[in-house]
């Protein structure tokens, strides 16, 4: 009758376990069913663990006990062919052992942590008086162990047993690996619905057109770490939250990395040998136009995050384009404004444009322009130069910035006389360098109102053909003041200006004397001091009086009279201007 019992019970856990093959029940709910199905259909069992082999970290790690301390042997991992489980994992065959002695002795091999782990967590704190333990195998893979052990009951187990446990182990390996597939495809599931999730916030926020800082805001919230965006000149442009640290070996090592950054994938960014973020370019048709970066993370992204960054980094592309493409209307719009002004074609259409920056026709105004650098693109400079100006200027004046190709034009608006004080523009105009540092900045004459513009932006137009160069080495703010009488020589016609070239510079240049045009050029420009004339071109200033009286001979002029001077010098600055 007892064995009668003992074989329904076998059968029904045999087929409970053969049920659970086909069951979508999570890995440690089925794993935990098991073995306690297995341990009441084997009289002498009280105890048991299940171990799965984690093959990334390669060790044997317990997913399911009974009779076990959950919080001891959660800590327990053990190596192939490490104590009795590990071996019959290794070896791939099942083992039987009777009494604590043997046990014992086939754990021999334990490390220290891992029988302390082991003692601690058995609810009998003893070694079993009887112990087997079988391979988990699916399709000559193997998987993990079963071990059941007898700890309080009379005998051991016996080899009926044991084959029962091997022939159940062959079914429970099955129900293992699905309930695995399931668990994995559960989580790519939710996987899925989380990055789609993020993609429709992304694109949500992109949709509504709040800009750049609000997707970098958006993707902070889901991520533990700082995210900057630099753009294309590896500038900061914003980062959320608002944070300093980094930011400047950030930029440094984005200049190094540029070109691996022009693959769109996630690079760490190390400072010397710390792992600081990760880094993704933002591409566009026209190549890289950014860099996304997050900081401050305690490991890498994971792959909802790399891939939900990835789409942040092709959303921030369309912004950037779609923010470049309106910058560029806005510029067409101002290039067409500031030829409306200078040609003072005042149409309503024109004022009206002019009153939304506040400024009307019969202000008093004042050009500045200021030369860029050669690097600098077009809309990302005149962007920021715009703020920059903005912030010099707006207090006290009303501003309009104009773009141009070698130039970007100010045009300084005022009801009052302010634009009457030369040295205030100038003291304005030295504190907007601390923010910039263009070549120069050129300031034209302050007129009586917009109908008088073109005169003061023709000023700052001819401002760099005129000027000395040892006025440009000793400022960087020049005022139109400062070019003086040559304003004028752009009105000369070109058959006037050849015609006076000839008559008072045709003696050294028919001979093509260029050390004497030097010369005299410099001897000029340092007031007609032979010694520091000398020092300015490397010469014996007995060179310089040799040359100089050369010059007074073939010139036929004498360089002490203040009429031949002013003449000589006309012609220098108008054959300047013809070869400039």
Known sequence: MYENEKIKQRLNTFINVSRNITSNTSLTKLVQEIIEAVIESIDKADAGFFLLWNEEKEYLEIEGAYNFKEEMYLQNKLLAGEGISGSVFEDGCSKMIHTAEKIKEAMGNMRNQTLHYYLESTVHAAIPVSCMSVPLIHQNKKIGVLTIDNFKNNGFFSDEDLAFLEAIGHQIAISIVNARAFQEKEKQTKELETILSLHNELNHVALKGDGTFSLVKKLAEKFSGSILYFDSLYRLKTSYPPSEDHHFYIKEWLKKNAKKLSIPRLLDVYKKDEWVGQAIGVMSSFGTIGFLVVTEQKKELNLIGELAFKHAASIMAIEQMKQQEQMKHQLMEKEELLKDILKNNFTLEVQRALKRYGVSIEDKCVFIGMERLRNDEALESFSSIENQVKSVFQDRFLTICFPGRDMIYVMLASKDSLLNREEELKTRSERLQQYYHPNLIYIGRSVGSLRQADISFKDVQIMPDFLLEQAKKTSKVIGFREIGYRRYLNDVSDDDATAF???????????????????????????????????????????????????????????????????????????????S
Do not use: W
């Open 501 to 579: 070239i000839k008559i008072f510079l045709e003696g050294i240049l028919q001979a093509n004397k260029n050390d004497l045009l030097k010369t005299l050029t410099t001897y000029l420009q340092t007031d007609k001091n032979a010694v520091k004339t000398a020092e300015e071109m490397h010469l014996h200033p007995n060179t310089v009086y040799y040359r100089i009286q050369q010059i007074e001979e073939k010139l036929n002029i004498n360089l002490d009279s203040m009429e031949d001077c002013m003449n000589v010098k006309i012609a220098l600055d108008l054959y300047q201007l013809k070869h």
